[in-house]
């Protein structure tokens, strides 16, 4: 006989009294911050083994879509090659393996060379992260930082390429930046106690002299990261906040130099460096809400020009020098645009066709080169890699990546609509679904949101989610005010003292979504992740009656508690995006929202929460406390489960295959509420 379900699990309460702002306040569940509690890991243990219980009757259906997910992909397979000097490098995956390959080939022919096989590197580990593989000027040396528990503290290490030994130097507590100046020298950086990068050393290869500190960050609330520039002239080093910026210079030339101011920092501005044609160039937020584009001389004094002055409807979001010409990656209206600066003659745009799109630059090692090759998708158009003739301004496919098992994008069809929010700002709407879809409220629903640090919601292609849409679903993203989907100003009206903009927005999206008859109430699921998890956490509260089932991916729900204390990651320099609770109108306002201090005794939908148990970012005992709550509090009997990956951090699974997996595990459990 089939055992049946268990009861679920119920954590014990334990006031914990905290005095905040003069009011006792009272969490219950304070001590699951402490892994070392005896109550905490077998609470932890017994939630995911409930969640397999639970989850046992749709193992069919996830295994099906986790099949359909992987008979999708071109299991072996390669990135197009990107030249750089006498070599061509790409990534390679080979089926039935988790991890890329990377590789190079000598232009001149030759045999393939594997610079590194992240398989081999991972084998025996339940996690696996390469935070950066960096060839030597001279492509004689690779600098490669590995992450095995999911805490993101890498190990930095050095590969001889002309051996291919491993060398012994080894430097632990490093982020994911870094970058040689020449073939002996690479600098990156280092954590403080609260996992900020806030240290840039330098090595020597080989040498027995003990690194050099070269620059430490002493205000908590900036981090610092360190790039060689493409023209190879500079190592840039930039000190940024949510609010402010500072990007200091180094001539590659004199590694054992100084590295010199490039704009001293002025409070609540931000800017962001380039170098190209013999000029710094910046796009800089000074007076420019949506950013304006200077440049200066690379030598003498640094007097600055300003390039593009400040526009209302198009904001500057990257720069990317070669040797002729600054591509300057551009949003209007929501969209990406590239436009192309060249040293002489006039700039122009790079067009594109379909409603909504997303493109990025891709792979650009070579200077020297008037081709730039950018990545392009949408809701319906797989990622495909273009290299674009800036002088001649034509484009090149050079590789759309297959999806297998005959996918037409003719038999689907995307959209971009508009909801209104409640103070009467137009919101948008990305959606695809299967051509022939009737709006009639009887569809499936799978709504997504983000909403935080100015972070963009592309509207991206996804084979997996074609597993959906075949089964009847529209997906749809809301594109929220916390966002830069519409410029600066949309991230800036979600923030701080303007954070429940997000939720609002989001509801509307929903109610929008109703009312338009493409779905209903008990047809909609809504997903999102981190910060989006907390969105998730606040319009259930909100409107715990709008939705079926609710999806938490690392959800950060705890916020006040969190900010409250300054030994976590990140909570110093996340003042700039939520507010300081030790200041009360921060804290009124955090507390009205946060998703953990507002459960109520109500009926909620159906809840899949995750969890990292070595998560820097959002600490594992977040969820976990919000679950315990809610399990105590609730009034419904829909189902609640929480899983969390014990060997894993914030990406949840590191392999490919395991990847999918996850994203399986998450669409049975919405098909089968």
Not at 425 to 434: E, F, G, N, T, W
Request: proline fraction near 6%; aromatic fraction near 12%.
């Amino acid at each position: 006989m089939k055992p049946s379900t268990p009861p679920a699990p119920f954590a014990a309460q334990v006031p914990h009294p905290a005095v905040i702002h003069g009011e006792t306040v009272i969490d219950n569940w304070f001590y699951l911050r402490d892994r070392e509690d005896p109550k905490t890991i077998p609470y932890l243990e017994a939630e995911n083994a409930y969640t397999a219980q639970i989850m046992e009757p749709a193992a069919t259906l996830e295994t099906q879509i986790y099949q359909e997910m992987v008979a999708r992909i071109q299991e072996t397979d390669s990135s197009v090659p990107a030249r750089k000097g006498a070599f061509e490098y790409y990534v390679r995956m080979q089926q039935g393996l988790q991890y890329a390959i990377h590789c190079r080939r000598a232009l001149s022919g030759g045999p393939e060379e594997i610079l590194l096989d992240c398989n081999g590197l991972a084998a025996g580990q339940q996690y696996f992260s390469l935070a950066y593989d960096i060839v030597s000027p001279d492509a004689t040396l690779l600098a490669f930082a590995i992450d095995t528990d999911g805490s993101e503290v890498y190990t930095l290490r050095f590969k001889d390429l002309n051996t291919g030994t491993t060398l012994p130097d080894e430097i632990p507590n490093v982020y994911y930046s870094g970058g040689w100046t020449d073939n002996s020298h690479f600098f990156y950086a280092t954590l403080d106690e609260t996992k900020r990068p806030y240290r840039l050393w330098r090595h020597e290869i080989g040498s027995a002299v003990p690194d050099a500190l070269v620059y430490e960050e002493t205000d908590g609330r900036f981090n610092l990261s360190v790039d060689r520039t493409r023209s190879g002239k500079f190592l840039l080093l930039t000190m940024d906040s949510h609010a402010t910026s500072e990007v200091r210079y180094l001539p590659t030339s004199t590694p054992l130099g100084e590295f010199q101011v490039l704009r001293p920092r002025v409070q609540d501005v931000e800017y962001y460096a380039e170098h190209q044609g013999g000029y710094f160039w910046i796009r800089i937020d000074e007076d420019a809400i949506n950013f304006r584009l200077l440049r200066a001389p690379d030598h003498g004094p640094i007097e600055w020009t300003e390039i593009l002055p400040h526009r209302l409807d198009v904001s500057i979001e990257g720069l990317e020098g070669f040797r002729d010409h600054l591509v300057v990656l551009e949003r209007a209206s929501g969209l990406n645009q590239l436009r192309i600066i060249p040293t002489s003659g006039t700039s122009h745009l790079v067009e594109f066709e379909e409603p909504a799109y997303t493109i990025s630059i891709d792979e650009n090692e070579e200077y020297d080169t008037a081709t730039v090759r950018f990545l392009y998708t949408s809701l319906v158009t797989p990622r495909s890699v273009y290299d674009y003739d800036m002088n001649l301004r034509t484009r090149e496919l050079k590789k759309r990546f297959a999806v297998l098992g005959g996918y037409d994008p003719a038999n689907y069809s995307s959209e971009r609509i508009l909801a209104t929010a409640q103070d009467g700002v137009k919101v948008p709407i990305s959606l695809v679904y299967r051509r022939g879809m009737e709006r009639n409220g009887a569809n499936p629903l799978y709504l997504y949101g983000y909403g935080s640090y100015g972070i963009i919601t592309e509207p991206s292609f996804s084979s997996e989610r074609i597993s959906l849409l075949d089964r009847g679903y529209v997906y749809a993203i809301a594109h929220i005010r916390g966002s830069g989907d519409m410029g600066r100003q949309w991230y800036e009206d979600g923030k701080l003292l303007f954070k429940k903009n997000s939720f609002t927005d989001f509801i509307a999206c929903a109610e929008h979504l109703i009312a338009e008859k493409y779905t209903s109430a008990n047809r909609m699921d809504i997903a999102g992740g981190s910060a989006g998890g907390l969105l998730m956490g606040a319009v259930m509260n909100l409107r715990p009656d709008l939705f079926q089932t609710v999806v938490a991916h690392v959800p950060f729900v705890d916020v006040v508690n969190t900010m409250l204390d300054e030994t976590l990651p990140l909570t110093i320099a996340e003042y700039e995006e939520w507010g300081n609770p030790n200041e009360r109108e921060s804290y009124d306002y955090m507390r009205a929202y946060a998703p953990y201090e507002n459960v109520q005794a109500t009926a909620y939908p159906n809840l899949l929460v995750t969890a990292g148990l070595n998560d820097p970012r959002v600490s594992y005992w977040e969820p976990a406390k919000w679950v315990a709550k809610l399990r105590a509090m609730k009034t419904d009997s829909n189902v609640m489960v929480l899983r969390t990956t014990m060997g894993a951090g914030h990406g949840g699974p590191s392999g490919r295959y395991s990847r999918l997996k996850e994203k399986a595990f998450e669409y049975a459990f919405i098909l089968t509420r």
